[in-house]
């Protein structure tokens, strides 16, 4: 096995969290993309790529609960790591 903290596992998250975001599960898709977040930040630090993916999605679910402040702030750190 790999362990919770690993970036596999990560990737599982995300991948639920899409299929829960497809059927507008918002607050279950949320959680599991803030889970995944925080595993990437524990691996892989703070300014990897996949952690800017990880605001992005985040930020689209802000986004569809109209929640464009918090949107707006995730859609820009995401914009920043990948600068």
Known sequence: A???DHVDVAMSYNNIANIY???DKL???LELYEKSKAIKIKALGHDHVDVAMSYNNIANIYQT???LVEALELYE???AIKI
Request: charged content about 35%.
């Open 2 to 4: 790999l362990g919770h």
């Open 21 to 23: 975001q497809t059927q």
């Open 27 to 29: 607050v279950e898709a």
């Open 65 to 67: 609960q109209d929640k």
């Open 77 to 79: 750190k995401s914009k």
